[in-house]
């Protein structure tokens, strides 16, 4: 490989919830065809050079395959992927000649800083898989080639501090940085010092680990993950939106029957999750938890607490997971609040710690792309991306415009 290329540094570089989604893909759609595409959402441009760059890296893709000892270890460490799966796993290689359409749009005739725009078609079950290695590497030649008024100066030691406050306050936290990170070395160093921090601080507090899976494997950390917003969106759009959210966890429930039962709640918002979770207390008992992932996190909590009770369940014998932009004083806020309401909460903390970076020159903040990969169909069925979509999903829910 062209070693200057920034390069997954495997396969599995990529999140959990990937493979997992991928194998509940390969099981139910397998089939299904499917679009993503990509959106920068504050627009910051990128330059010709740096484009250029991303195109050779993509041409690279391909020869990136599942090692003999990480199909050794996914088959002991995550005992609910199949044989089937991952047999399918030693046998996928990217595809960007045929899948990925990227395209380089100047900002105006012969300007050599524009905005990049990118399409991904294919069958869901392959295209799944771009989705964070893709952003990883976006973001990885930005920071190299675009904006480079930032180092690595002070990364383990910051990075230490946000493992050991939060641990000292007991929580119990994961690291979900992968798509957004600076660079794999960023995530790299953030995972030795948690690791590190973990090993320093007692308490009760814990570092459950990692979503990104090749981190996991080298620093011996359990890979840890839950459902994107993509399986219910691309649910929705092959099955109906009609009791969408119900769907998409009996689905899941049939290829995990006992394991990765952490529902998302806000993909139609989380009030009509509610009224779908709240129907079925059986289905409730058996999924191990919750995970918060948009609007006021101090609302979700109280309101768990009170569908749950609804259901006759203990606040306590299901776990809720924040993910949606933490740092410390957020986890820790919510933190104190779910002792208050006796709920049993961990935090997955992302671009806080692998993308929190200072400018060198004047300490200023170097912010993170702020960028999103998302579904845009299935079946040539539209998903929620989708306006008028979203205008049929809104009426079925009874959600104000």
């Not at 979770?277 to 992932?293: I, P, S, V």
Request: aromatic residues 12%; charged residues 25%.
């Amino acid at each position: 490989m062209a070693s200057h290329l920034p390069l997954p540094n495997s396969i599995i570089d990529t999140d959990l919830y990937k493979l997992t989604m991928q194998q509940a893909v390969l099981h139910h759609f397998p089939n299904s065809e499917s679009c993503y595409k990509f959106t920068l959402r504050d627009k910051v441009p990128f330059t010709q050079k740096a484009f250029e760059i991303f195109q050779q890296t993509l041409g690279h893709f391909v020869k990136l395959a599942l090692t003999e000892s990480e199909h050794e270890w996914l088959k002991k460490t995550c005992p609910y992927f199949t044989t089937e799966y991952l047999t399918y796993l030693r046998n996928y290689r990217f595809k960007p000649s045929e899948q990925v359409r990227a395209k380089f749009v100047p900002s105006s005739a012969g300007s050599d800083v524009g905005l990049i725009e990118i399409e991904i078609h294919g069958p869901w079950v392959e295209t799944i898989f771009w989705e964070v290695p893709l952003m990883a590497t976006l973001s990885e030649i930005y920071f190299k080639y675009v904006v480079t008024d930032w180092s690595y100066d002070g990364q383990s030691a910051l990075a230490y501090e946000k493992g050991r406050a939060l641990l000292q306050a007991d929580c119990v936290f994961s690291e979900f940085g992968t798509r957004r990170r600076r660079s794999f070395k960023t995530q790299d160093i953030v995972m030795e010092s948690l690791v590190r921090a973990s090993k320093d601080v007692k308490s009760n507090g814990k570092l459950s680990g990692t979503s990104n899976v090749h981190l996991a494997h080298k620093h011996n950390l359990v890979p840890i993950g839950t459902i994107a917003h993509e399986w219910f969106m691309g649910v929705a759009a092959v099955k109906g939106y009609e009791n969408a959210n119900a769907v998409a966890m009996d689905l899941w429930e049939q290829v995990y029957p006992n394991a990765i039962l952490i529902a998302l709640t806000d993909t139609f918002t989380t009030e009509a999750f509610f009224q779908s979770y709240t129907r079925d207390k059986e289905r409730a008992m058996r999924w191990h938890g919750l995970r918060q992932d948009s609007g006021d996190p101090f609302i979700f909590g109280p309101r768990a607490k009170e569908a749950f009770e609804s259901l006759g369940i203990a606040a306590d014998q299901k776990t809720i997971i924040y993910s949606d932009a933490l740092n410390i004083e957020k986890a820790l806020r919510l933190q104190e609040q779910a002792r208050d309401l006796g709920l049993k909460v961990s935090f997955g903390i992302g671009t806080f710690f692998t993308n929190d970076f200072k400018k060198a020159s004047d300490a200023g903040s170097s912010k993170a792309l702020n960028m999103v990969i998302k579904l845009s169909s299935v079946d040539q069925r539209p998903t929620t991306g989708d306006q008028n979509t979203v205008q049929m999903v809104k009426q079925i829910y009874h959600l104000d415009s």
